[in-house]
């Protein structure tokens, strides 16, 4: 089945610099990567997402890139602000109809110092 | 919208007791599905359900039974409570169709129940 590690588990960005995360997957008909940010006590929400088609995606200060020959996708957070600090985990789902699952990575908690 | 909801949001049971985590949408999506998180780590899939009637064993199912009689719920059944079943679960659901490409695949969660197991 697909593996998908996540790295680093924790990571500390001073206020209004970059943070990147990243994940690497082992199932090669994997198709969607989407990230998903949980605060603490709260539920996942889905903040970014990317096909197998597509190289890189942006929205405001989020992107997300992706290598399939190597096998791996990242999280790119520009400019980040306190509200960032959350836990992200990274997922991949292969397609195989009437089997779409995620498989989720271990997560990252992101702590942005002021 | 309701979105997902859940209940109750937190339960605390004996060892060997049982109970029912309850999970409903008013999306009208076709995929459900069961996690649970340990503290501090990821998201394990316990059951999904591609559709009413139909269900599939996730990574973590033992412990755990599931039914899907309506689109809308998809309860989650404990039998004899361990403390390992101590964690938080999650339900979400998603829309998914027949074609990668028309799938908006997006995985909405419910808040949570946080189960406590003695």
């Known amino acids: 089945g697909e593996n998908v590690e996540q790295h680093p588990s924790t990571l500390s960005v001073q206020e209004g610099d970059s943070a990147v995360i990243k994940c690497t997957y082992s199932?090669?008909?994997?198709?969607?990567f989407p990230w998903y940010k949980q605060e603490l006590g709260k539920r996942p929400q889905l903040i970014i997402d990317i096909r197998s088609n597509v190289g890189e995606k942006k929205d405001q200060r989020i992107a997300v890139t992706l290598n399939k020959t190597a096998k791996h996708f990242s999280l790119h957070i520009t400019e980040t602000q306190p509200e960032d600090s959350a836990v992200y985990f990274c997922?991949?789902?292969?397609?195989?109809?009437?089997?779409?699952?995620?498989?989720f990575g271990t997560g990252t908690r992101l702590t942005i110092i002021p | 919208n309701a979105g997902v909801t859940q209940t109750p949001k937190f339960r605390i049971l004996k060892i060997g007791q049982s109970m029912t985590l309850q999970c409903a949408q008013d999306?009208?999506?076709?995929?459900m599905y069961w996690y649970r998180q340990d503290p501090g780590m990821g998201l394990k899939l316990i059951y999904y359900s591609v559709g009413a009637g139909i269900t599939d064993k996730g990574e973590v199912p033992n412990g755990y039974n599931v039914s899907r009689s309506t689109t809308e719920d998809f309860p989650l059944r404990l039998e004899l409570a361990a403390p390992s079943q101590t964690s938080v679960y999650f339900c979400?659901?998603?829309?998914?169709?027949?074609?990668?490409?028309?799938?908006?695949?997006?995985?909405?969660f419910g808040p949570g129940t946080r189960l406590t197991v003695l």
């Open positions: 997922a991949a789902r292969a397609w195989r109809f009437g089997n779409e699952k995620l498989t």
């Open positions: 999306m009208n999506h076709n995929y």
């Open positions: 979400a659901s998603s829309l998914t169709s027949g074609s990668p490409a028309e799938s908006t695949d997006t995985q909405y």
């Open positions: 199932d090669s008909a994997s198709n969607y």
